[in-house]
Structures are given as C-alpha cells and as structure tokens.
C-alpha cells in the first residue's frame, strides 16, 4: 500500500500560515464572557457578544481558527476543504452573504444526484428519476411518523428497491452522517430542506477565517476544566492560565463532550449527559483523489453515487471548479469502519470502485489522494452531530443552560440548519444573545 501525502507537515504549514496572518491581540483576562472553541459557532458568538458591548476571549485548543471548516490550500493545487464545503441554505446563511460582499467565486449546485450506477450498471434517466421519488417518498414519510411518534428512518422505507437502497444512502451516510437505522425521523423530519447550496472556489473554510479574522482568540490552548459551581461567574482552566469571567459558552461538539476532554466542576448534571450521549457523533469522511486526463463521461460538478450490496458505497463529487479532482464521500457506519482501518485502506478502496465502475486502469491514473481524519481528531470526534431514534427531546436537553452561567451552541443546537457550518454560526449569535439579556440582568430581559 502506497502513501501519498504528509498530512503533519501540511497541517503544521496551514497552521503557521493562519499564525502567521494573524494579529496579536490584547486579550482581556477577566472578560464578560468566555466562548470555548473558534469554529463557525464560537465565531458566530463572539462577533455578537462584541457588537452588544460586550467583552470576550475565545479559547481555541487547535493551531487556527475554524473547526470543521478548513481549507488545505496545498496538496492538490487547487484549495480543498477538509471539512465543510457547501454553503447550504443559502438564503438563511450568514457565510452567504459574506462570501458575496467579499467577491468570493460562488458556484450554485444542485445537490441532486446525477449519476448513478449499480454496481458497474450505470442507471438510466428514468432509473435516476426513480431515486429521486424515493428520496422524496422517505422524506414525506418521516415527517408523517415523526407527527406521530419517533422511531429510526428505516420505518419511512417502504420497501428495498434498488432505488430506495440509493436514496438511503444519499439521505442517510452521505448527507445525515449515520444510517438511517440510527437517525430519528423527528429530527429528521425537523432538520431543514438545504437548497439552495453554492460552493466557494477559494474554500468554506478560507471564508469562515476570514469571517472570524477579527475575534479575539487564545489559540493552541485546551480549556481543561471549567469551574462553574461557586460564586456568580465561570473559571476556565488552560495551560496558560485560568479565565474568570460572568458566562461561557461552550462551543465544542458532542464528541468532544461525551469523551470527557473537558472536566466540568461540578460534574455535568445526569439529564446534560444523557443529552450529549443520545445526540451523538455522526461521519462523513472524504477520499479526495487527482486524476488527470479522461473525466469516464462524466461532468464537473456531477454528483456521483456508486450503490453497492453490503453497505459500501461511495458518493463522489465530480471535478470540481473544472479540476481533475474526484471527491469520494463515505459516510455512516461504513465510513466509521473504513476510518478504523487507516487513510491506505481509505484511498484502497476509493480506488477499487473506481477500478469497478470505470474500468481496471482508473486506479492506475490516481496521481495524489488523501482521506480526511475527522474519526479520529480529538478536537471533534466525528463530522456532525445526529440524534438516536426515540431520543429527539435531548436535543432541548443539551441546549439548556447550567446554573445560567455556563451556555452551549454549535452545529448540533442550530434548529433546522443542524449539522451545518451556516447553523452554527447563527446558534452562536443566538446564544451570545441570550446571554447578553442575562448579563444584563432582569430589568433588561424584561423590555
Ligand atoms: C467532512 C465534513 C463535511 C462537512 N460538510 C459540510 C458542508 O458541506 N456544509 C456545511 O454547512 N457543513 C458541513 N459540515 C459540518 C460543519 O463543518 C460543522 O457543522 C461546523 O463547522 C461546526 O461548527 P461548530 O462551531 O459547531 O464546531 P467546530 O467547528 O467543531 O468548533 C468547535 C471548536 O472547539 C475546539 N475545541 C475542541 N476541544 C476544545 C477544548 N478542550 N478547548 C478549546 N477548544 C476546543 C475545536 O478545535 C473547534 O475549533 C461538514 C463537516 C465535516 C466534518
């Protein structure tokens, strides 16, 4: 098996370079609130905490600030995003907007397959048509069983076709992060429609450090422990020192938090850990692969699913922005297992459903490929958060603030834009809203 990148080194001069781009702040050490994590949501709550006139550090652990948005502007000569790539909702979405004030290239995309084969059998328009139904059946269904009661996706299937295995895997792994044997039709069914979706040439992840430029952020600083039982504010434990300020608000994603990275004294209530634990981590990993020269009939920007027997498939995005990259997507259990066995095994597999689909010599012409390591990043533990099937109301749980002083936002609390970087964002400045009348004391909260 052949490795073909060095994702330290990469890692460590992406990191430099925003360290580098960076301006040295004045941080104040007892600010008004402390926002724990620099990605979509902690930027989202910092830029509204300082509109509101008020002060605030963010305490990132990683070497930039971002999160799961992150663009790597080096392997493939064009930028790729590692994590998020799709402005999604972008009629709701504040990135949006900044993307356009800033004369971002922007690329609407359909999000619908376009492609799809079976096997090696390449499904027909009228084959495609039928996914589509089934999508669109599942769809319908949940939200009618989610009225009722809530259960697993799998019951808003009505039978295994082949199209409505496709369309469980394109709703399911490839979008949600989980099977649809794991995923609850009420959140499924309250999660929002994303269209319309644009990709950005320059990286999501580019766009969300640029949004995020001008907060004052601690970098490479773990928060450890957070105080939160004595006196009136929070203390905020770091290698560097303890932050004592009125409120926090914790950004970091369920994973993190089921994983205990952060101690909370005292311990998190029974009801907030059953809510982090019911609300769990969901993948999606990429296998971006360089592939010079013939593009197999397909177009850029296609979106290319490759159904399978035994839940192994693959969803790839087709050269985009015109480049000669394919971006294979697995998701769900199966992206979890492929995580297990390491990024040789990843692009292995990558290139053996190319061998199956496009012939025996498309694996020859992969010239550079990678596999993204969001299963394994201690920072997030997973790609995005999905609640279990039964288990709906914990998502309210873990929202709830403890003792009014310590706050949650992120991805996993956006309402209806859940698990995206444009819901993130706007959970923060909810949150850095609610927190702000609560600073401001009863008198305020009542005008
Ligand atoms: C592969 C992949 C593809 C995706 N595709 C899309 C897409 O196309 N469109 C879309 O909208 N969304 C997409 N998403 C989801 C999107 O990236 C996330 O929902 C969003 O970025 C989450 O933002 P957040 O602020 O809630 O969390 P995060 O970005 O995880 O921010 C939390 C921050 O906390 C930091 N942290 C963790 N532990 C500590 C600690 N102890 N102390 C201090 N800091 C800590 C982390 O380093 C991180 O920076 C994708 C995600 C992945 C992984």
Redesign the pocket.
């Known amino acids: 098996m052949q490795t073909n990148f060095q994702l330290s080194r990469r890692g460590l001069l992406a990191g430099l370079a925003v360290l580098a781009a960076r301006p040295v702040w004045a941080l104040p050490s007892n600010p008004d609130v402390v926002v ?9 709550a910092a830029l509204e905490l300082t509109k509101r006139g008020l002060s605030c550090v963010v ?4 070497s ?6 992150y663009t790597d502007t080096t392997t493939f000569g064009i930028p790729f ?9 972008a009629d709701r ?1 504040p ?1 949006y907007k900044y993307a356009q004030d800033d004369g971002y290239k922007l690329h609407f995309h359909d999000l619908n397959l376009t492609s799809l084969y079976y096997g090696q059998r390449r499904s027909d328009a009228r084959g495609l048509k039928r996914e589509h139904e089934a999508e669109e059946t599942i769809r319908k269904n949940s939200e009618r069983i989610a009225k009722r009661r809530d259960t697993a996706v799998t019951a808003a299937v009505p039978q295994w076709t082949p199209p409505f295995e496709a369309a469980a895997t394109y709703l399911g792994p490839m979008d949600m ?1 989980v099977d649809l044997s794991d995923l609850s039709t009420t959140d499924y069914a309250r999660s929002a429609d ?1 269209d319309p ?1 644009y990709l950005v040439y320059e990286g ?1 992840g580019t766009l ?1 450090a640029k949004v995020g430029e001008s907060v004052p952020v601690k970098l490479s ?4 422990t957070i105080r939160w039982g004595e006196g009136k504010g929070v203390r905020v434990e ?1 290698d560097a020192g303890t932050i004592e300020a009125r409120a926090a608000i914790v ?3 369920t994973g ?1 938090l089921a994983a205990g ?2 101690r909370f004294d005292p311990v998190l209530p029974e009801w907030k850990e059953t809510a982090i634990g019911e609300v769990p981590m969901g ?4 296998i971006p692969m360089l592939i010079p020269g013939d593009r197999f009939g397909i177009k850029p920007f296609e979106n290319v699913l490759i159904e399978t027997p035994g839940r192994q498939e693959i969803y790839f995005l087709a050269w985009p922005w015109e480049s000669d990259l394919m971006v294979g ?1 697995v998701g769900g259990e199966f992206g979890w297992q492929l995580s297990a066995a390491g990024e040789d095994a990843a692009i292995d597999f990558a290139k053996q459903r190319l061998a199956q689909t496009f012939g025996s010599d498309a694996p020859k012409r992969v010239t550079k490929a990678l596999f ?1 390591k ?1 299963a394994s990043n ?3 533990r ?3 958060a999905a609640c279990l099937p039964g288990h709906y109301v914990e998502r309210e749980k873990l929202g709830r603030p403890l003792a009014e002083r310590v706050f949650f ?6 309402g209806p ?9 706007l ?2 400045e909810e949150t850095a809203t609610k927190v702000a009348a609560q600073l401001a004391g009863p008198r305020a909260k009542a005008a």
């Open positions: 724990i994590g620099a990605g979509a949501a902690g930027i989202g305490v990132e652990a990683d930039r600030i971002g999160g799961r948005a995003d590692i994590g998020c790539a799709w402005i999604h909702a979405n990135f992060g994303l979706n999501y969300v600083t773990p928060v450890r770091t950004t970091v994603s993190v990275s952060i993948l999606l990993a990429k997507f993204t969001w201690p920072l997030t997973g790609a995005y936002a992120g991805e996993a609390l956006a834009l859940i698990q995206t970087a444009g819901g993130a964002f959970s923060g």
